[in-house]
């Protein structure tokens, strides 16, 4: 019996070959294995997916921006709280939602609360355009704006999860192009739904059929995120993966220990964004009026913006994936983008050519900004720290639309547009002081794709020498190794040591500044 024991328990398969088998299931098939290229893709569409609805839904006011004002009988200051009142939410609950997805829900049914809000908040702006309550309008969108940026937030850090590494860049610049395809469909298909509805309805009761039409998309990114949830709570089993692999509590705290860098990675955004998506937002007038265009004609040039970054985000992702220059690449993207806004400003040349260079500057500039926060901030903390961005824009956004009504209304489209290009060359000056400011802290954030790929492995290895050397030093013995991995330090080799993903150690680190965080942890 003993014999026949030992056979079987050497032809019994191990733990990990039926964890292999586990993986492949659907016999054989690779669609079910976590680590295939098809499974990652699937998961990549549906992550695509998850902001479609709400991006097509965001700009449905720009898309009737003259039907809104005509049946609700509203202005411009008053139509721009449509879009102000969806950004205030954000300003906190951006952070909020981050810190729950890192600390409490988790990623995955982090994201399905808050595409169910979007759906919510959709229904309940075409609720109140057909009741004719305006006020109750801007509180849908206010309740849009709980959930679609904390989706966008969800969005972000999902990408990390899965795609972390070379193709990061890439899969930012896809997740842009999926949403802006939702923006472009949008722009397309809202007047032409309008008029076939305006054969039934009439006024305000119009206006909200069509709303209630647009929400359908919303319904689509909700079930996207139930699927995407499930494949990614599989593969977390079968590939034994943890979000936080490190052990690490991140803290709403954490935030005050954000580099530099990092808020002025924030600051571009805010200057750089508050000139494209108020612009968008109030462009169909602007079109109208300058150039004398047909409703049609004005939704397809302002919609050129979305059409073009949906088309070259992927592609210029894949470029800074491939070239890295992270830093450049933003510079170039804002130089585009001043050049955009002035030919609109100042010419009378064709509204496309304006439109399609702010398209690729658009672009050019999310597919270099975005992925910068993964270089500066540690994994555990990323929830938090897109949060934070998404806040910081929704603030900028939320005051400047209220002031772009204001413009429009007192001083006309010309002085908007002057006070957009303003706010490019702050979002161009600040540019210019991350790349003084990172060139004497490793110059992490304009590296080559290449030596970047160097810097992370010199890096790493030295963190575990000294890692190694602190923890042996017999003068430590009351300090633990999870003492040692708080990232509350005010030293860089304590606060990022669990970085993963692009964390910068400074110039300066040197023997003496390892001596000091020595003593300091005594």
């Not at 019996?1 to 070959?17: C, G, H, K, L, Q």
């Not at 302002?302 to 073009?308: D, E, G, K, L």
């Not at 439109?355 to 929830?383: K, N, R």
Request: proline share 3%; hydrophobic share 45%; glycine share 8%.
């Amino acid at each position: 019996m003993d014999d026949i024991s030992r056979v079987e328990s050497v032809n019994a398969p191990t733990s990990e070959d039926d964890s292999e088998q586990e993986q492949q299931g659907c016999g054989g098939s690779s669609c079910c294995n976590p680590k295939s290229c098809i499974y990652r893709f699937c998961g990549l569409v549906l992550m695509c997916l998850l902001g479609f609805g709400s991006y097509f839904c965001y700009d449905n006011p720009a898309a009737l921006q003259d039907n809104f004002m005509q049946d609700l009988k509203i202005n411009t200051s008053q139509f721009v709280y449509l879009y102000s009142w969806y950004s205030w939410p954000s300003v906190v609950l951006c952070v909020v939602g981050g810190f729950l997805m890192d600390r409490v829900f988790g990623i995955r049914l982090g994201t399905v609360i808050f595409a169910l809000l979007v759906v919510i908040g959709v229904s309940i702006v075409a609720l109140g355009a057909i009741l004719n309550k305006f006020w109750l309008m801007v509180a849908g969108r206010f309740i849009f704006g709980i959930g679609g940026e904390s989706l966008a937030v969800a969005q972000n850090t999902y990408a990390v999860l899965w795609f972390k590494g070379k193709e990061l860049n890439m899969v930012f610049g896809l997740q842009m192009s999926f949403a802006r395809v939702g923006s472009t469909v949008n722009f397309s298909v809202m007047e032409p739904i309008y008029r076939w509805v305006n054969t039934y309805y009439e006024g305000y009761t119009c206006t909200g059929v069509v709303l209630f039409f647009a929400s359908i998309t919303t319904v689509v990114s909700l079930l996207s995120t139930i699927i995407l949830a499930w494949m990614d709570r599989r593969a977390e089993r079968l590939l034994k993966r943890r979000d936080n692999q490190s052990g690490e509590v991140v803290r709403i705290t954490d935030i005050k220990d954000f580099p530099l860098s990092f808020w002025m990675i924030a600051l571009v955004c805010v200057a750089y964004y508050v000139a494209i998506f108020p612009f968008i937002a109030l462009g169909k007038v602007f079109f109208i009026r300058k150039f004398n265009m047909t409703p049609d004609e004005a939704n397809t040039v302002n919609s050129i913006v979305y059409t073009i970054s949906a088309v070259s985000s992927p592609l210029f992702g894949i470029v800074v994936d491939k070239l890295g220059r992270n830093l450049i690449c933003c510079f170039v993207s804002i130089l585009v983008t001043i050049a955009s806004h002035a030919i609109l400003a100042f010419t009378f040349l064709n509204p496309f050519i304006g439109t399609s260079l702010m398209g690729l500057g658009y672009s050019m500039l999310a597919s270099g900004l975005w992925p910068m926060v993964s270089m500066v901030i540690p994994e555990h903390q990323l929830g938090t720290a897109y949060g934070v961005m998404q806040s910081v824009q929704n603030l900028g956004l939320a005051l400047i639309t209220l002031v772009c009504g204001i413009i429009v209304d007192n001083g006309g489209y010309l002085m908007l547009e002057i006070f957009f290009l303003a706010c490019l060359c702050v979002a161009l000056v600040t540019t210019v002081v991350i790349y003084l400011y990172d060139s004497k802290h490793g110059g992490i954030l304009n590296m080559s794709a290449d030596d970047r790929e160097v810097y992370e492995k010199n890096r790493i290895s030295a963190e575990d020498l000294e890692r190694e050397k602190l923890v042996a030093a017999g003068s430590m013995s009351d300090i633990t190794p999870q003492d040692l991995l708080q990232p509350h330090s005010d030293f860089h080799i304590r606060n990022r040591y669990l970085s993963r993903i692009g964390a910068n150690l400074p110039s300066h680190y040197n023997e003496n500044q390892k001596g000091l965080a020595y003593r300091a942890l005594r």
